[in-house]
């Protein structure tokens, strides 16, 4: 466990790791610690349902008859008033998480996901379906803004990495659900179709507001906060199972606590203008920004939201085809962001899996566009079948980065002062780009067809020496200190011993010096 421990969290950590500690899987405390994490993890999933499901229900003759056949314009506010309302969201949510804890604006989140949801299945008309989608985007901001920052900041050292990736492969788990949720309900010849789908968007919602109360709060959150004593019984528990002498917690303790004190020196009150109030915290930002921007704006989007389209494109225009092909391309999904995108994040690197992932993008949708391009001019069926074997293999390189790091870079990169407004950033930016591809996509899609791929592949061309230039590597480090990477030696947390003894060293040479009065 020695190598492996240094290389999730560096050697001064792995130090004061237990010596004699049993697989976590056997180990009773972080079983239930992982367990527990599970209920924020899930929050991607919530996320997740509502772009499989929208795919789905537009796959239904139903659903597109009875709002009679909503137009690409109509069709693209119907997903777009989505994400506005989480940008609408996202800002009192970060307001909530650092005010009131991490847990606090989890709870108003699933509250209200749970009464639109139902909104949403009752539908009777266009407007009613947008204005329960509004609300639901709304209320997923209040989840999708603590949640990877609570299972960063209390995830066990060893994991965080992992776990902390594994969060936004979850999507995938809430994509396959509302994917096949909709293929289960495509044969009812009534709006049930598509309501029960629509209805089921609360189903997670309510196991996670069941299981909620047995989550601990933030560790670091609690500690910032002045309730010192509750941090460490966490860590204690969580951490330690039980051992209130372990040198983990003690370790951890000093770190969060060095780590406060550092940014609380710095900064009484933290704003949105520390993130370029310095250079250091204006790469952070620019960082956060490409990542979540580019997070829709590398292709993905186009399929994500508008499968129907791009297989209408290549002749599969069967109900049944398209409902199946989306079910499986969600499991592949999954199946892909866990095994080669979160396991592999401490292995590989962050950086690594970036480069590598829009590599492969890049060549996937130059291959996708030439074979799209061709079956248009020969209506070739072994050219489209071609072309959704590309879209699964661009999606694989999509998933070992774009899922696993999608939350993990940025919660890593911000100090824990910011990490809550640097999130805020990464979402904001996702969402100013979801906004932008879901009016602009079905107009291009329908409007110029295989052409509009040719945008992406050019903005994949731009993105591999932008990441390669600025996006620094972070494994094998702990929170606290990959503050170095972007600050100089000068931030490291074991420095502030040096300063406080340099401190006391002045003030009692002071003392020595006599009182010369004139």
């Not at 003759?61 to 506010?77: E, I, K, M, T």
């Not at 989306?326 to 999954?334: D, V, Y």
Request: charged residues 15%; neutral net charge.
């Amino acid at each position: 466990m020695g190598k492996q421990a240094e290389l999730s969290v560096g050697a001064e950590l792995a130090a004061a790791l237990p010596q004699d500690a049993k697989p976590w899987y056997r180990t009773r405390h972080l079983v239930l610690l992982n367990l527990a994490l599970l209920v924020p993890l899930l929050s991607s999933a919530t996320i997740g349902f509502d772009g499989a499901m929208m795919n789905g229900l537009q796959t239904l003759v139903q659903w597109r008859s009875y709002f009679g056949n909503p137009s690409a314009p109509v069709l693209g506010a119907m997903n777009a008033i989505f994400p506005i309302g989480k940008i609408v969201g996202i800002l009192p949510s970060a307001w909530l998480v650092d005010r009131y804890g991490r847990k606090s604006s989890l709870w108003v989140g699933f509250i209200f996901l749970m009464i639109a949801a139902g909104l949403q299945g009752g539908s009777i008309n266009v407007a009613m379906f947008i204005v329960s989608r509004f609300i639901l985007g709304a209320a997923t901001a209040f989840i999708a803004q603590p949640s990877p920052i609570l299972v960063t900041e209390l995830a066990y050292p060893t994991h965080r990495g992992k776990i902390t990736a594994m969060y936004q492969t979850f999507f995938y788990f809430g994509s396959i659900f509302a994917a096949w949720s909709t293929y289960g309900t495509f044969r009812l010849d009534s709006s049930w179709s598509w309501r029960i789908p629509s209805i089921l968007q609360a189903a997670i919602p309510f196991f996670q507001f069941l299981a909620l109360a047995f989550v601990p709060e933030s560790p670091r959150w609690l500690l910032a906060n002045g309730k010192i004593e509750q941090a460490r019984e966490i860590l204690i528990k969580w951490h330690a199972g039980g051992d209130r002498d372990s040198a983990l917690v003690v370790y951890e303790m000093q770190q969060i606590e060095q780590s406060v004190m550092l940014e609380s020196q710095a900064r009484a009150e933290t704003s949105y203008l520390d993130l370029i109030r310095t250079a250091p915290n204006r790469k952070r930002t620019l960082i956060a920004a490409i990542v979540g921007f580019f997070a829709q704006w590398n292709g993905a989007g186009v399929v994500s939201y508008y499968l129907t389209l791009v297989l209408n494109t290549i002749g599969i225009k069967e109900t049944k085809d398209q409902a199946l092909i989306n079910g499986l391309l969600q499991i592949f999904n999954w199946l892909s962001a866990i095994f080669a995108g979160a396991l592999m994040v401490d292995r590989l690197g962050r950086r690594t899996l970036f480069l590598t992932s829009v590599a492969g993008m890049l060549v996937s949708y130059i291959i996708w566009t030439a074979l799209t391009a061709y079956f248009t001019s020969t209506l070739n069926a072994t050219a489209g079948n071609a072309v959704v074997a590309f879209i699964f293999i661009y999606y694989f390189f999509y998933d070992i980065a774009f899922a696993p790091l999608l939350l993990l870079y940025p919660c890593e990169i911000f100090e824990y002062g910011l990490r809550a407004r640097g999130v805020a950033v990464t979402y904001s930016s996702t969402f100013i780009g979801l906004i932008i591809g879901q009016f602009v996509n079905p107009i291009a899609m329908s409007g110029i067809g295989w052409k509009y791929y040719i945008v992406f592949c050019c903005i994949l061309a731009v993105l591999w020496p932008v990441m390669y230039f600025l996006f620094p590597e972070t494994k094998g480090r702990t929170l606290e200190e990959i503050a170095e990477i972007f600050d100089g030696k000068s931030r490291r947390v074991g420095e502030i011993e040096k300063i406080v003894e340099t401190e006391a060293d002045q003030v009692e040479h002071a003392r020595t010096i006599p009182d010369t009065k004139v």
